[in-house]
Protein backbone atom coordinates (compact mmCIF):
# COMPACT_ATOMS: atom_id res chain seq x y z
CA UNK A 1 0.00 0.00 0.00
CA UNK A 2 0.97 3.96 -0.63
CA UNK A 3 2.78 5.36 2.35
CA UNK A 4 2.86 8.76 3.66
CA UNK A 5 5.45 9.41 5.76
CA UNK A 6 5.06 12.92 8.16
CA UNK A 7 8.46 14.00 10.14
CA UNK A 8 8.20 15.15 12.80
CA UNK A 9 5.95 13.65 14.77
CA UNK A 10 6.02 16.41 17.71
CA UNK A 11 7.75 19.55 18.35
CA UNK A 12 8.21 21.84 21.05
CA UNK A 13 8.93 25.12 19.96
CA UNK A 14 9.52 28.92 21.79
CA UNK A 15 6.81 31.47 20.62
CA UNK A 16 8.21 33.68 17.64
CA UNK A 17 9.97 30.76 16.29
CA UNK A 18 9.37 28.96 12.94
CA UNK A 19 8.33 25.36 12.49
CA UNK A 20 8.98 23.23 9.28
CA UNK A 21 6.38 19.95 9.10
CA UNK A 22 7.37 17.28 5.99
CA UNK A 23 5.10 14.88 4.43
CA UNK A 24 6.37 12.28 1.87
CA UNK A 25 5.24 9.77 0.00
CA UNK A 26 7.39 7.03 0.12
CA UNK A 27 6.40 4.83 -2.56
CA UNK A 28 4.17 6.59 -5.15
CA UNK A 29 3.79 9.82 -6.23
CA UNK A 30 1.71 12.31 -4.84
CA UNK A 31 0.05 14.79 -7.28
CA UNK A 32 -1.83 16.47 -4.47
CA UNK A 33 -1.20 17.06 -1.04
CA UNK A 34 -3.68 18.04 1.78
CA UNK A 35 -2.57 19.96 5.05
CA UNK A 36 -5.22 19.52 8.21
CA UNK A 37 -5.40 20.64 11.68
CA UNK A 38 -7.01 19.11 14.52
CA UNK A 39 -8.15 21.27 17.61
CA UNK A 40 -8.08 18.54 20.98
CA UNK A 41 -12.11 17.30 20.43
CA UNK A 42 -12.76 18.68 17.30
CA UNK A 43 -12.65 17.54 13.56
CA UNK A 44 -9.44 17.41 10.99
CA UNK A 45 -9.64 20.54 9.45
CA UNK A 46 -8.52 21.20 6.02
CA UNK A 47 -6.02 24.32 5.86
CA UNK A 48 -5.04 23.96 1.82
CA UNK A 49 -4.29 22.02 -0.73
CA UNK A 50 -1.26 21.91 -2.51
CA UNK A 51 -0.55 20.79 -5.75
CA UNK A 52 3.03 20.02 -7.22
CA UNK A 53 4.60 23.14 -9.07
CA UNK A 54 1.63 25.75 -8.27
CA UNK A 55 0.84 27.65 -4.97
CA UNK A 56 -1.61 26.28 -2.10
CA UNK A 57 -4.78 27.12 -2.23
CA UNK A 58 -5.91 28.26 1.38
CA UNK A 59 -9.31 27.82 2.52
CA UNK A 60 -10.88 30.72 4.20
CA UNK A 61 -9.38 31.60 7.37
CA UNK A 62 -6.12 30.21 6.89
CA UNK A 63 -3.26 33.19 6.95
CA UNK A 64 -0.76 32.25 3.88
CA UNK A 65 1.73 34.20 5.21
CA UNK A 66 1.77 32.36 8.38
CA UNK A 67 1.28 28.90 7.39
CA UNK A 68 3.63 28.05 4.46
CA UNK A 69 3.16 25.09 2.39
CA UNK A 70 5.74 24.30 -0.20
CA UNK A 71 4.94 21.39 -2.61
CA UNK A 72 8.38 21.38 -4.86
CA UNK A 73 8.29 17.42 -5.59
CA UNK A 74 5.84 15.00 -6.13
CA UNK A 75 7.06 13.15 -3.30
CA UNK A 76 7.39 16.13 -0.53
CA UNK A 77 4.99 18.53 0.67
CA UNK A 78 6.22 20.77 3.41
CA UNK A 79 4.53 22.98 6.16
CA UNK A 80 5.93 26.01 7.60
CA UNK A 81 4.39 27.47 10.46
CA UNK A 82 5.81 31.38 10.93
CA UNK A 83 6.34 33.10 13.92
CA UNK A 84 4.43 30.60 16.42
CA UNK A 85 2.44 31.53 19.10
CA UNK A 86 0.93 29.33 21.35
CA UNK A 87 -2.21 29.57 19.50
CA UNK A 88 -0.92 27.86 16.88
CA UNK A 89 -0.08 24.59 19.20
CA UNK A 90 -2.53 21.68 17.43
CA UNK A 91 -2.08 18.53 15.82
CA UNK A 92 -1.30 18.86 11.73
CA UNK A 93 -1.79 15.88 9.50
CA UNK A 94 -1.06 15.84 5.99
CA UNK A 95 -2.72 13.49 3.26
CA UNK A 96 -1.79 12.59 -0.12
CA UNK A 97 -3.61 11.54 -3.45
CA UNK A 98 -2.63 10.20 -6.48
CA UNK A 99 -3.73 10.94 -9.72
CA UNK A 100 -7.46 10.41 -10.26
CA UNK A 101 -7.21 7.85 -7.37
CA UNK A 102 -10.28 9.60 -4.66
CA UNK A 103 -7.93 7.25 -1.87
CA UNK A 104 -6.14 9.54 0.14
CA UNK A 105 -2.96 8.44 1.89
CA UNK A 106 -2.35 9.93 5.36
CA UNK A 107 0.76 10.79 7.42
CA UNK A 108 0.86 10.05 10.94
CA UNK A 109 0.19 13.82 11.44
CA UNK A 110 2.76 16.22 14.03
CA UNK A 111 1.82 17.37 17.43
CA UNK A 112 2.86 21.22 17.58
CA UNK A 113 3.49 22.79 21.21
CA UNK A 114 4.17 26.26 21.02
CA UNK A 115 5.69 27.38 24.40
CA UNK B 1 -0.52 2.69 12.65
CA UNK B 2 -4.01 3.28 11.61
CA UNK B 3 -6.44 1.92 13.57
CA UNK B 4 -9.73 2.38 11.48
CA UNK B 5 -10.10 -0.26 8.75
CA UNK B 6 -12.79 0.68 6.07
CA UNK B 7 -14.72 -2.51 4.89
CA UNK B 8 -15.37 -3.05 1.73
CA UNK B 9 -12.57 -1.33 0.31
CA UNK B 10 -14.28 -0.46 -2.65
CA UNK B 11 -17.96 -0.58 -3.83
CA UNK B 12 -19.77 0.06 -7.16
CA UNK B 13 -23.99 0.31 -7.07
CA UNK B 14 -26.65 1.68 -9.25
CA UNK B 15 -27.49 5.65 -8.24
CA UNK B 16 -30.91 4.98 -6.13
CA UNK B 17 -29.75 2.06 -4.56
CA UNK B 18 -28.36 2.46 -0.54
CA UNK B 19 -25.00 1.99 -0.03
CA UNK B 20 -23.34 0.41 3.44
CA UNK B 21 -20.03 0.80 4.28
CA UNK B 22 -18.52 -0.63 7.55
CA UNK B 23 -15.89 0.12 9.86
CA UNK B 24 -13.96 -1.56 12.99
CA UNK B 25 -11.48 -0.40 15.25
CA UNK B 26 -9.00 -1.58 17.86
CA UNK B 27 -9.04 0.38 21.26
CA UNK B 28 -11.70 2.46 22.85
CA UNK B 29 -12.81 5.24 21.62
CA UNK B 30 -14.04 8.98 22.44
CA UNK B 31 -15.97 9.08 19.23
CA UNK B 32 -16.16 7.87 15.90
CA UNK B 33 -16.07 10.25 12.95
CA UNK B 34 -17.31 9.70 8.92
CA UNK B 35 -15.45 11.60 6.26
CA UNK B 36 -16.02 12.15 2.78
CA UNK B 37 -12.96 12.71 0.08
CA UNK B 38 -14.03 13.81 -3.18
CA UNK B 39 -11.44 13.32 -5.76
CA UNK B 40 -8.41 16.13 -5.72
CA UNK B 41 -10.64 17.02 -2.59
CA UNK B 42 -9.86 17.35 0.64
CA UNK B 43 -12.11 15.49 3.51
CA UNK B 44 -15.45 16.59 4.58
CA UNK B 45 -16.55 15.80 7.87
CA UNK B 46 -19.88 13.66 7.62
CA UNK B 47 -21.37 13.00 10.78
CA UNK B 48 -19.98 12.06 14.50
CA UNK B 49 -21.16 9.60 17.16
CA UNK B 50 -20.23 9.62 20.50
CA UNK B 51 -18.82 6.49 22.20
CA UNK B 52 -22.84 6.90 24.01
CA UNK B 53 -24.52 7.21 20.96
CA UNK B 54 -26.10 4.17 18.78
CA UNK B 55 -27.47 6.08 15.54
CA UNK B 56 -27.46 8.96 14.23
CA UNK B 57 -28.79 10.49 11.24
CA UNK B 58 -28.15 13.37 8.85
CA UNK B 59 -30.10 13.81 5.97
CA UNK B 60 -29.61 10.63 3.91
CA UNK B 61 -26.82 9.42 5.97
CA UNK B 62 -27.27 6.90 9.35
CA UNK B 63 -24.41 6.22 11.50
CA UNK B 64 -24.70 3.06 13.54
CA UNK B 65 -22.00 2.67 16.46
CA UNK B 66 -21.46 -0.71 18.64
CA UNK B 67 -18.84 -0.29 20.99
CA UNK B 68 -19.01 -3.98 22.24
CA UNK B 69 -17.91 -4.97 18.64
CA UNK B 70 -15.51 -2.17 18.09
CA UNK B 71 -17.23 -1.29 14.46
CA UNK B 72 -19.63 1.17 12.91
CA UNK B 73 -21.54 1.65 9.98
CA UNK B 74 -22.54 4.16 7.65
CA UNK B 75 -25.68 3.92 5.19
CA UNK B 76 -26.06 6.55 2.39
CA UNK B 77 -29.64 5.98 1.23
CA UNK B 78 -30.85 6.87 -2.29
CA UNK B 79 -27.65 7.19 -3.58
CA UNK B 80 -26.61 10.03 -6.02
CA UNK B 81 -23.88 10.27 -8.67
CA UNK B 82 -22.71 13.42 -6.38
CA UNK B 83 -21.72 10.62 -3.60
CA UNK B 84 -19.41 8.98 -5.63
CA UNK B 85 -15.83 9.39 -3.38
CA UNK B 86 -14.15 7.91 -0.85
CA UNK B 87 -15.31 7.80 2.71
CA UNK B 88 -13.10 7.19 5.85
CA UNK B 89 -13.84 6.77 9.30
CA UNK B 90 -11.90 8.09 12.11
CA UNK B 91 -11.62 7.36 15.82
CA UNK B 92 -9.74 9.77 18.67
CA UNK B 93 -8.43 7.54 21.06
CA UNK B 94 -9.54 7.20 24.63
CA UNK B 95 -6.19 7.95 26.17
CA UNK B 96 -5.32 11.00 24.14
CA UNK B 97 -8.40 12.08 22.97
CA UNK B 98 -6.75 15.15 20.74
CA UNK B 99 -5.66 12.83 18.23
CA UNK B 100 -7.70 11.00 14.80
CA UNK B 101 -6.75 8.11 13.47
CA UNK B 102 -8.08 7.96 10.02
CA UNK B 103 -9.03 4.39 7.96
CA UNK B 104 -8.10 3.91 4.71
CA UNK B 105 -10.72 4.57 3.09
CA UNK B 106 -14.04 2.82 0.92
CA UNK B 107 -14.00 4.33 -2.60
CA UNK B 108 -18.15 4.60 -3.16
CA UNK B 109 -18.91 4.95 -7.16
CA UNK B 110 -22.13 5.10 -8.34
CA UNK B 111 -23.45 4.22 -11.79
CA UNK B 112 -25.86 6.08 -13.32
Known amino acids: GAVVSQHPSWVICKSGTSVKIECRSLDFQATTMFWYRQFPKQSLMLMATSNEGSKATYEQGVEKDKFLINHASLTLSTLTVTSAHPEDSSFYICSAGRGEDTEAFFGQGTRLTVV | SQQGEEDPQALSIQEGENATMNCSYKTSINNLQWYRQNSGRGLVHLIL?????REKHSGRLRVTLDTSKKSSSLLITASRAADTASYFC????????????FGKGTRLHILP
Open chain 2, 90 to 101: ATDWLNRDDKII
Open chain 2, 49 to 53: IRSNE
